[in-house]
């Protein structure tokens, strides 16, 4: 009889996100949990609901800390990062003591716990670097002016730090894995592509719409995500101003779910573009009333401005649109393109006139808005539900652990 090599135990680190609401970290945790991984997660606690400190949610063990706080300037950048990689070193070493790790899997946004990894990668660990964002192009699309250049140049070389020590760097697509290769002059074959998708089960194609927001307009505009500078919220409300004074489609309601930094100034700014009547904001919705929601739509829309970071970033929203068949309004670029291919009308990028006639072509059009539905439906069933991405993710493993 022979004896089976240990699958190897995977700490996972994660700054920017609580767990389980992080989505992504959610679904390859329990992806390496169920292909029988140790998997123990490090990162802050949610500061909109209780959380405990330890918890085990099927199979993962989360190790939770107070979040730091929310400052936004230089120093504010300093103490985040500062504070997050000091206690994510010593709940690293609770870790280790307690449940022990023989990799380090680091979720960016930051890209701070590249120095945790280089503590242990002498003692045999390994580290896989998961690359949500492009944190320097980020950080440059949240300021008008492109931010501080000294703090720019710092998360570049914190990522170039970060991909050269990384043993695997899991990509959320192409054109993250392209420019990191050539920034940091890395082989393409330290990369797997893992890209962010819905699982199916939880996306039926029979989800009831939702009779009380059916009945409050004639077409429903449905946005989900986040609200941040980088998002082009304000995009959207200059939009719907055009969809209702120019296209005189007054029959509207835009149904935007979701939260953020610029929640307060967007609502502001719908008062005084006067399109209040024509927006309803849910704040943060989830489960079984976020998808009824989202099916209840009429047209899904993607105002993402066209910046360094947006052009080559996959949007989740995206996909969660066509997981419901519904059809999509967005500027053009690279990623969109990518995504929906024939499920979206493509806007020249930043012009907010077009993208209120682009809505309302769509909205005499329902015959065109159906087909793109099911085409957008086809996609994710055929290539880019999470199940296909979920393989790449184990092959991933298995490279850096050929024993698992």
Known sequence: MTLETPLPRILMLLENNPYPQDVRVRLEAQELV????????????????PQPGRETING????RYPAPPELNSFLGFVVEYGYSL?????????????????IIHAHNPPDIYVFIALLFKPFGKKFVFDHHDLTPEVYQARYDDG??????????????????????????????????SHRHDLPLDRFTIVRNGPQLEKWPTDLAPDPDLRQRAT???????????QDGLDYLLRAIQHLVNECGETAVLAVIMGDGDELPALKELAQELNIAPYVWFTGWVTGDR????????????????KNSFNDHSTMIKMME??????PIVAFDLIE???????????????????????????????ERRAAMGRLGRQRIETELAWRYSAVNLLTAYHQLHPTA
């Open 34 to 49: 169920q292909a029988g991984y140790q998997v123990t997660i490090i990162c802050p606690k949610a500061t909109d609901t």
């Open 219 to 229: 077409t429903i505009l449905g946005y989900a995500g986040a609200m941040g500078k």
């Open 290 to 305: 976020f998808r009824r929601l989202l099916a209840t739509a009429d047209i899904c829309v993607d105002p993402d401005p």
């Open 86 to 102: 000091l206690i994510g070193l010593l709940y690293t070493f609770l870790v280790l003591f307690q449940r022990g790790f023989d």
């Open 321 to 326: 649109y066509m997981a419901v068949s519904k």
């Open 60 to 63: 993962v063990a989360i190790y």
């Open 336 to 366: 969109h393109r990518y995504t929906a291919q024939d499920a979206a009308l493509y806007v020249e990028p930043n012009d907010e006139l077009k993208f209120a006639q682009a809505i309302a072509a769509l909205i005499h059009d329902p």
């Open 147 to 180: 931010g501080n250049q000294r703090v720019h140049q710092i998360l570049l070389w914190m990522e170039r730090v970060t991909c050269r020590t990384a043993d695997r760097i899991l990509s959320t697509n192409q054109s993250y894995r392209a420019i990191i």
